[in-house]
C-alpha cells in the first residue's frame, strides 16, 4: 500500500471513483473523513456500509462486520491528517549527500521527509507523552520507501544498506518492527536547506537540488525530473490518462460489436 498524504482528497476521490477492493485503510479514512464532515457515527456506518455494498457485490454486512467496526473505532481516536510545510534543514542534506551513492541518497532522503511528516502531523486525538518524543522514527514499509524514492533495489542490497547506514548510525533499528528505524541524522538546529509543501512527489527537492532537470506536469502542475524530450506529463497523470484511453477504447469496442452484429 503506499503512502497516502492528502487524506481528505483520497476519501473524495474514493467516494467518487470507487474501490475494486474494499480494505480496512480504505475504510478507516473515510470513517475520519465523514466525521470530519460533521455526520454522525450512526450515519457514517450507514454510509460506509453502503460503499461496501455499491464497490463490492460480494461484501457480507454480517461476515464483515467486524471491519466496519474497526473503522467507526478508528475514527472515535483519530483525526483527519491535512498536511503541513515541514523543513529539511542543510545539516540533514549534507549528512545525505556524504553517502556519495545517488540512489542511497534520494532513499535516505524520503525516509527523513517520511519520518518528519508523520511525526508533524500525528492523527491520534489523545498522545502520550513518553521520553522518546525528540526522537524522529521512519514506520512506513521499505516498499513505500522506495515507490516515493522513485528508485528499485534487491532484497540483498537492502541488506547490505542496512548494515552500511547502521555502522555509521544514520539510522537505528527498534524492537517494534522490521519497518521502525529511529533516525540518527536529524538536526533541527541548521538553517533550512527547503521547505516541503507538495507531497505528490517528494523526492522531486531532493532531485532538483542536486541538479537534475525538472519540468512540471502539464496537468496537475507537480514537478518531476525530465526523461525526454516528450516527457511533458507526471507519472501520476500519464497513468490516469493511460486508463481513461484504454476505458473509451473498450467502450467503442463493445459499442461497433454492438451495432454491427
Not at 67 to 91: C, E, G, V, W
Not at 187 to 200: A, Q, T, V
Not at 241 to 249: A, E
Amino acid at each position: 500500500m503506499s503512502i497516502i498524504f492528502y487524506e481528505y482528497e483520497y476519501c473524495q476521490k474514493i467516494i467518487d471513483r470507487g474501490a475494486k477492493t474494499i480494505t480496512q485503510r480504505d475504510l478507516n479514512y473515510l470513517a475520519k473523513y465523514w466525521e470530519y464532515e460533521g455526520i454522525i457515527y450512526s450515519q457514517i456506518q450507514k454510509n460506509i456500509e453502503n460503499f461496501c455494498l455499491k464497490n463490492d457485490k460480494n461484501f457480507n454486512l454480517i461476515r464483515n462486520f467486524q471491519m466496519i467496526t474497526r473503522a467507526l473505532s478508528h475514527a472515535k481516536n483519530n483525526n483527519i491528517r491535512f498536511p503541513t510545510p515541514i523543513i529539511i534543514t542543510q545539516a540533514e542534506i549534507n549528512i545525505i549527500r556524504s553517502i556519495d551513492d545517488y540512489i542511497k541518497e534520494k532513499f535516505l532522503f524520503s525516509m527523513l521527509v517520511c519520518a518528519k511528516f508523520f511525526k508533524n502531523h500525528p492523527s491520534k486525538k489523545h498522545i502520550k507523552r513518553g521520553k522518546y518524543d525528540n526522537t524522529l522514527y521512519s514506520n512506513n514499509s521499505i516498499k513505500d520507501i522506495q515507490d516515493i524514492s522513485r528508485i528499485k533495489f534487491t532484497k540483498k542490497e537492502w541488506y547490505e544498506w542496512k548494515y552500511e547506514f547502521t555502522t555509521k548510525a544514520l539510522i537505528t533499528p527498534t524492537i517494534f518492527d522490521d519497518s521502525c528505524w529511529a533516525i540518527g541524522f536529524q538536526n533541527e538546529n541548521s538553517e533550512p536547506c527547503f521547505i516541503i509543501e507538495d507531497y505528490r512527489n517528494i523526492i522531486a527537492y531532493y532531485q532538483e537540488y542536486c541538479g537534475e532537470i525538472m519540468i512540471n506536469c502539464s496537468e496537475c502542475g507537480v514537478k518531476t525530473a525530465k526523461r525526454s524530450n516528450r516527457h511533458f506529463m507526471c507519472a501520476d497523470c500519464s497513468k490516469e490518462k493511460r486508463r481513461i484511453v484504454i476505458n473509451n477504447n473498450a467502450k467503442k469496442y463493445y459499442m461497433n460489436k454492438i451495432l454491427y452484429k
